[in-house]
């Protein structure tokens, strides 16, 4: 044996696999979204968008969300000399993906720098930052969304707005006092009520002058315990009522807010949820007493829309994902990418994350309209619909992306688990399927004009695809029926969303997406998989157009 001879380990080469996606900028690589910042008023933000599509679109900052989701939130009740500390800690990579999604004013910009557009500038960032990761946007979300109902105090919005709204992170287990930015939780569910607020049983009791309540009761779901005060509902002798609840007392001592668990949720891993204890905590009344749903409505009302956001994000994610892996991937002699079927079920992926995001951007616009009754009208209605069916469609589109992949998607390692067990989060949150379906009939009885609004809204297509004249007819007919409308409401939900959807890719997308949305979700009807787009789509246009550019 020739001693320069070497013993060949190696059992074979590894060749036709999938690989991560490299660095990019993720704004500029998704053309739908550029069109719709542009087309929905943000264009002014173009530069400062794809500056944070580079950091989004970074290797390095996409594993944070990896590192965030494997090493999840840990709760310490007391110290180790027995003090009581409700510490939650996280992992580093959470603290920065928080910092960043701060310091880039996700949690306050449209607040703080009022303009046309602004809450679609926000929409677009925090759309890029979820397809990062999804759990640290809750107390994002819950911060920006207190903005609006702390302001119906003038007392507590001077107090804490200008912490609130600032670009300064700190996590510290410490008086709000002692920090120049603060993050803001929301504790409304019980065990026995659930969604029926009206059945909390926290009782309020007033405990001074200027609004000052102790509380007592058992919150069962805590969103975001490490916040440094929370939007709580309680029953005060005038009926429920909302309260702005801090983990400290003004005068530096630890407040009666007890944490008794963490949450071990399925998805949304990375964020702490916790049971929670109030005995005799204080807290200040925000809003009237007995008025408690009313005060916070608008809260939730941005919260069900970071919904949507979050939703379409992880539909771009999934998407993005399967169309990367589709190009390097061979089967059968040629490339998965430049399979028919194949690209049958990339692309209808793609014009379900497409109609998506144009549907939750168009509502950002109508957010950046406080003063015109239509714009308002619709938003009104066309938040619990599009709540409804984004993130409801999400969960079978991530399933549906991680077959794509193929056995290697299910593997842990892989970033389609996290983005599989995140998808049904937000259909529940923030008020389930059943509840968006009855917000929109409330919302269209109690005002019309809503209503009004949203017909209003499909008008400009009108003429434009035979089909979605036909669905949009169609859908008029059953509102003129009003038996049974609320055993019909899911139903009619779904078509009000699809004409929605519809009706702006008709007017605004490539012919190549517009047409394939109307021929696949209009024509026919009735259940269908991805991948069953039907014969004369341009399937190679609408996956080139969705591929992410690198």
């Known amino acids: 044996m020739n001693p320069n001879d070497s013993v060949l380990a190696e059992t074979h080469e590894v060749f036709n696999v999938g690989a991560e996606l490299p660095d990019h900028d993720a704004y500029r690589a998704d053309a739908a979204l550029v069109e719709a910042v542009v087309r929905e008023g943000a264009a002014w933000a173009d530069d400062e968008l794809s500056a944070f599509g580079r950091l989004t679109g970074a290797a390095a900052y996409r594993e944070l969300g990896t590192e965030a989701n494997r090493h999840p939130p840990e709760l310490d009740t007391h110290d180790r000399f027995g003090r009581r500390v409700d510490l939650v800690r996280f992992h580093p990579a959470?603290?920065?993906?928080?910092?960043?999604?701060?310091?880039?004013?996700?949690?306050?910009?449209?607040?703080?720098?009022?303009?046309?557009?602004?809450?679609?500038?926000?929409?677009?960032?925090?759309?890029?930052?979820?397809?990062?990761?999804?759990?640290?946007?809750?107390?994002?979300?819950?911060?920006?969304?207190?903005?609006?109902?702390?302001?119906?105090?003038?007392?507590?919005?001077?107090?804490?707005?200008?912490?609130?709204?600032?670009?300064?992170y700190d996590p510290r287990n410490v008086p709000d006092a002692q920090k120049a930015g603060v993050t803001i939780g929301m504790a409304m569910t019980e065990k026995q009520g659930g969604s029926d607020v009206r059945a909390n049983t926290t009782q309020a009791r007033p405990a001074g002058a200027g609004g000052v309540y102790e509380l007592v009761g058992h919150k069962y779901f805590v969103s975001a315990p490490m916040c440094d005060a929370f939007l709580v509902l309680a029953q005060a002798p005038g009926g429920l009522s909302c309260f702005l609840l801090p983990r400290w007392r003004p005068d530096g001592t630890k407040n009666a807010l007890q944490l008794l668990r963490l949450k071990r949720k399925m998805g949304n891993v990375s964020n702490a949820s916790s049971e929670t204890e109030l005995r005799g905590a204080l807290a200040w009344r925000v809003g009237d007493e007995g008025r408690g749903v009313r005060t916070i409505i608008e809260m939730v009302a941005c919260t069900r829309f970071d919904c949507m956001v979050g939703s379409s994000a992880g539909q771009r994610a999934a998407a993005a994902l399967a169309l990367h892996h589709a190009t390097l991937r061979s089967a059968f002699g040629r490339r998965l990418a430049e399979q028919p079927l194949m690209q049958n079920v990339l692309a209808d992926l793609a014009l379900e994350s497409e109609a998506s995001l144009a549907l939750t951007m168009r509502l950002a616009r109508a957010m950046d309209t406080p003063g015109d009754a239509h714009e308002q009208a619709l938003l009104r209605l066309g938040t619990a619909i599009g709540k409804y069916w984004v993130c409801k469609r999400t969960a079978a589109h991530a399933a549906e992306a991680m077959e794509c992949i193929g056995g290697s998607g299910v593997m842990e390692d892989s970033p389609f688990p996290r983005l599989y067990r995140e998808a049904p989060v937000n259909a529940i949150w923030e008020g389930s399927g059943n509840v968006q379906c009855l917000d929109m009939l409330r919302a269209a009885e109690k005002a019309p004009?809503?209503?009004?609004?949203?017909?209003?809204?499909?008008?400009?297509?009108?003429?434009?695809?035979?089909?979605?004249?036909?669905?949009?007819?169609?859908?008029?007919?059953?509102?003129?029926?009003?038996?049974?409308?609320?055993f019909r409401a899911r139903g009619l939900v779904d078509r009000m969303a699809l004409a929605l959807q519809a009706s702006l890719l008709v007017r605004h997308a490539p012919a190549a997406v517009a047409d394939a949305f109307c021929a696949s979700r209009l024509d026919g009807g009735g259940a269908r998989q991805y991948g069953t787009l039907p014969r004369g789509v341009d399937v190679a246009a609408i996956v080139a157009r969705a591929m992410p550019a690198l």
């Open 94 to 168: 959470y603290h920065t993906l928080m910092r960043t999604a701060i310091e880039h004013g996700l949690h306050s910009a449209p607040h703080t720098a009022p303009r046309p557009g602004a809450h679609v500038a926000r929409a677009a960032k925090f759309y890029l930052q979820s397809q990062v990761e999804a759990g640290h946007g809750c107390p994002v979300t819950m911060t920006f969304a207190s903005v609006p109902t702390l302001r119906t105090t003038p007392a507590l919005a001077e107090a804490w707005l200008p912490r609130i709204t600032a670009r300064v």
């Open 449 to 486: 004009a809503a209503l009004h609004a949203f017909f209003a809204e499909l008008a400009p297509a009108r003429g434009a695809d035979r089909r979605l004249d036909r669905w949009v007819a169609a859908l008029q007919d059953e509102f003129a029926e009003l038996s049974d409308l609320e």
